[in-house]
Nanobody, 121 residues
């Protein structure tokens, strides 16, 4: 069975930092693109950051320079280091593992339950 579990959320003041952790089990972790998404109250979910199996990273414009995504394949773990947090970063953050099989059009897509990040003074 596949499990994707996030941790590290909490309450932080503006300008503070948090590091989210995601551990995925039951998959060949090194074959997956790992993504962080977030969903604020009343808003649609959007992509925050991603890191490929080749360690290529991408970030949403609003978090560039503040957030860093990294992975440790030996630990089946992806991290999201969040610095200089703003109230606008308040959301539930979700970890997502994704793999596409080109020849068969088959896709593996697994999601965690989410972890709440609240940025408030």
């Amino acid at each position: 069975q596949v499990q994707v579990v996030e941790s590290g959320g909490g309450l932080v003041q503006p300008g503070g930092s948090l590091t989210l952790s995601c551990v995925a089990s039951g998959i060949i972790f090194s074959d997956y693109v790992m993504r962080w998404w977030r969903q604020a109250p009343g808003m649609p979910r959007h992509l925050v950051a991603s890191i490929t199996d080749g360690d290529i990273t991408n970030y949403r414009d609003s978090v560039k320079g503040r957030f860093t995504v990294s992975r440790d394949n030996a630990k089946n773990t992806v991290l999201l280091q969040m610095n200089s947090l703003k109230p606008e970063d308040t959301a539930v953050y979700f970890c997502n593992a994704n793999r596409r099989y080109s020849l068969s059009n088959y896709v593996n897509d697994y999601w965690g339950q989410g972890t709440q990040v609240t940025v408030s003074s």
